[in-house]
């Protein structure tokens, strides 16, 4: 047996309010240093609230969030600092329509890092390599493919070498044979560089092959913790109607989920 990994994020007794709601309560959970972990429910129940309390754009009414050991920071300049060891993919990518590709890669070693031209230059280059658009540096958004516009997001979101990605929904938008590309690409960068990734999805289908930790949030909660195999035997009633996508069961449509007030 292996010897358990330090944590990247760790969430003890985490509950988050919008708008006198409580949208996710009594969170416990852990996500290994070098894991890939997928972030799965239905839509509306709070999978992007996880990632802003990690970013720390949520503090949370209660509850402690740590990232590689330190509480998430409530002040601007311990934000910055913490935030440079994460990278973000954006759901509608964040793309900078009047800049190249490769000036949309560089934008975060211009404004956090102390590089030279050059090396900023070569940064660009391996990163541009490594998600495979070596050839669309001098391309603007415009001019790329939804899939290819994700890839350039991920060039970016890696730019800084952080130890920990977040992405949120990043197969919105994309064909199967892009999703696919995508999920793939995650997973090389996850095994070759020892990236922390946790991937907040609606896609069973793609996401599950590639992961080694699966989260449901379902009902202000978490539903299941645990390895994709187990998830996919399991005979919970929630679990089973959301990974066969059956309308009728515990979880209702959107906008239906249990929510519960605030105290």
Do not use: W
């Amino acid at each position: 047996m292996t010897a358990p990994h330090a944590a990247a994020v760790c969430m003890s007794s985490v509950r988050i309010v919008r708008s006198g709601r409580t949208i996710l309560h009594n969170l416990d959970l852990t996500i290994p240093q070098g894991s890939m972990t997928a972030v799965l429910g239905p839509s509306g129940t709070g999978k992007s609230t996880l990632l802003a309390a990690i970013t720390g754009e949520l503090v949370p009414a209660s509850g402690r969030v740590d990232v590689f050991g330190q509480t998430v920071p409530t002040s601007t300049r311990g934000l910055l600092e913490m935030r440079k060891k994460l990278g973000v993919l954006l759901q509608g990518n964040g793309l900078l329509t009047d800049l190249t590709v490769a000036e949309n890669v560089a934008l975060p070693l211009h404004a956090h890092s102390k590089l030279s031209a050059a090396d900023i230059q070569a940064r660009v280059q391996a990163k541009l390599a490594a998600v495979g658009l070596s050839d669309a540096a001098d391309l603007y958004p415009r001019q790329l493919s939804g899939g290819m516009a994700r890839r350039a997001a991920l060039a970016r979101a890696i730019a800084l070498d952080p130890p920990l990605l977040l992405c949120d929904e990043p197969l919105t938008g994309l064909d199967p044979i892009a999703s696919g590309v995508i999920m793939r690409l995650l997973r090389e960068l996850n095994q070759s560089l020892g990236l922390t990734c946790i991937v907040v999805s609606h896609h069973v289908r793609e996401t599950l092959p590639v992961c080694d930790q699966v989260v449901v949030i379902a009902q202000g909660g978490i539903a299941f913790e645990g390895a994709p195999t187990q998830l996919e035997a399991s005979e919970d009633p929630l679990l089973r109607q959301f990974l066969r996508g059956e309308p009728d069961g515990p979880l209702g449509f959107e906008g239906q989920h249990a929510a519960r007030s605030a105290a």
